[in-house]
């Protein structure tokens, strides 16, 4: 692979590389129709001449390359992207009509077999645990563990591990802009892959060209129990709405019933047999239907209830033991419990570590404000963190740009994703709201949804520069789509 010769960045937006002289990357086949490359950049954007790290890259060339359109720089937000698009090249190929797109991958993240993946020794602790957990030493057990964790991670990284913040990363993008010889940055950002799109807006708005956000976490209530509360109403939110999706499909086993009606008398039926010595709990009950309130496991969550309700809780239970982060999980959640993704997260949002009382002071908000199951998504939320040290405060924002001179970006919000960034916060943001989850332009492609009313208006946007009009609302394809 080569190593491309990055342009010397200094942390200031002003002091960004200018594009004259910028060299095209020469790209070298790596497999699966790809392309790839490396980015050599500083570990510390603040010192540019200090120690560096590699940056791992990957292009699809464009399908008819005399009339591309120039370079598309994407991020997913998954573990690897490039591994991620590998897998299910589908959900962003159909872009390579007009682009040559390149995949990058965050810091610490990596093609397969690249050293610039950091594995870390120690895997990080399933969340199911803390949210199974029902006293003070299983909390504790889970803090020590996710500190060995994240030990792990900084032996693993060495220097490097102070640099995986979204800031960083946005200035490995400029460089990477200036290196691809672009004036300003085409982005595409789906979950994660769009905070990093927005920590760039806030630190280089001039270098900002079409960037279509999709799907970020929201962290812009400074306040952890007013954030948990909200995350907690949206998931109770997203059982009324599997009840509505069920009754719209002849072929979900609880079409003709009430889901929320079906949950309610599971849950005074705890506990549940679920096979020979085995049972489910009230609580094991709700963290086993919170998983499978992700939209693209609703038929799996329809069949697993239908035989609860029939005496058969076997699959049920299962769905907890696959709950990953819980009902925002997705496409581009995935990870390995080695990799180095969760410390991003920390790094960039950390709250204040809280003790076991004081979380339990605020689990009984939760419970009051969504008494059936959405207060599970709490646990998952402080499971990110719980235990790994605070290197004080939380760097979130850094500054925001004036709306008013600001970039025009398009920000995809899906109604079914319960932990969406409000569009308020994205100063200059034109909103497209759709009826699916989290990744949904990304899934719609790997299902093959071609014409759908999102991908329409993305590519229509970022080919033509045509924004949505104001309040437009896409349907649930995805959704629409899961029994015939």
Request: hydrophobic share 40%.
């Amino acid at each position: 692979m080569i190593i491309l010769a990055s342009a010397a960045l200094a942390v200031a937006a002003t002091a960004s590389p200018a594009v004259k002289g910028a060299a095209v990357p020469q790209w070298q086949d790596c497999g699966d129709g790809l392309q790839c490359a490396k980015l050599s950049v500083p570990v510390d954007w603040a010192r540019p001449h200090g120690p560096r790290t590699e940056i791992d890259l990957a292009r699809m060339p464009a399908q008819d390359p005399q009339h591309s359109r120039g370079f598309l720089v994407v991020n997913t937000g998954a573990a690897s992207t490039v591994q991620g698009v590998r897998a299910q090249p589908e959900g962003v190929s159909e872009l390579t009509r007009w682009f040559d797109v390149v995949l990058v991958e965050s810091r610490g993240a990596g093609d397969r077999g690249s050293a610039a993946a950091v594995q870390c020794a120690v895997a990080r602790p399933d969340p199911l645990r803390l949210v199974l957990a029902q006293g003070r030493a299983g909390w504790r057990a889970y803090a020590r563990d996710n500190a060995a964790y994240d030990s792990s991670c900084r032996a693993a990284a060495g220097p490097a591990y102070d640099g995986l913040t979204s800031w960083q990363v946005a200035h490995d993008l400029d460089a990477l802009r200036a290196e691809l010889g672009e004036p300003r940055l085409r982005y595409f950002g789906s979950s994660y892959g769009a905070v990093y799109g927005q920590a760039y807006l806030e630190l280089f708005p001039h270098h900002v060209g079409r960037m279509y956000l999709e799907g970020g976490p929201d962290h812009t209530e400074p306040d952890l129990a007013q954030r948990l509360t909200a995350q907690a109403r949206a998931a109770e939110a997203q059982l009324f709405s599997f009840r509505d999706w069920c009754r719209r499909h002849f072929g979900c086993p609880l079409a003709t019933a009430d889901a929320v009606k079906v949950y309610d008398a599971l849950s005074r039926r705890t506990p549940l047999h679920a096979g020979p010595g085995r049972t489910v709990s009230a609580r094991r009950l709700a963290t086993s239907v919170h998983a499978g309130l992700a939209p693209g496991r609703w038929p799996e969550l329809a069949r697993a209830m239908s035989e609860a309700r029939e005496g058969d809780a076997t699959k049920l239970a299962a769905m907890a033991s696959q709950a990953g982060e819980g009902a925002g999980a997705s496409l581009s959640a995935v990870s390995t419990p080695e990799s180095v993704s969760g410390a991003m997260l920390c790094h960039d949002f950390m709250p204040a570590v809280l003790g076991y009382r004081r979380f339990l002071a605020i689990e009984t908000r939760l419970r009051e404000v969504a008494p059936r199951l959405g207060w599970v998504s709490g646990r998952y939320e402080v499971a990110r963190c719980l235990g790994i040290p605070r290197k004080g405060a939380p760097s979130w924002p850094p500054h925001v740009p004036d709306p008013r001179h600001g970039p025009t970006v398009l920000v995809g919000i899906g109604r079914l994703d319960t932990g969406a960034r409000p569009v308020g916060d994205i100063p200059g943001a034109v909103v497209l709201s759709h009826g699916d989850g989290r990744d949904a332009y990304l899934l719609q492609g790997v299902s093959r949804l071609r014409a759908t009313c999102l991908r329409t208006h993305v590519h229509d946007y970022l080919v033509n520069g045509t924004l949505p009009r104001e309040g437009t609302d896409c349907p649930g394809e995805l959704t629409a789509g899961m029994y015939p």
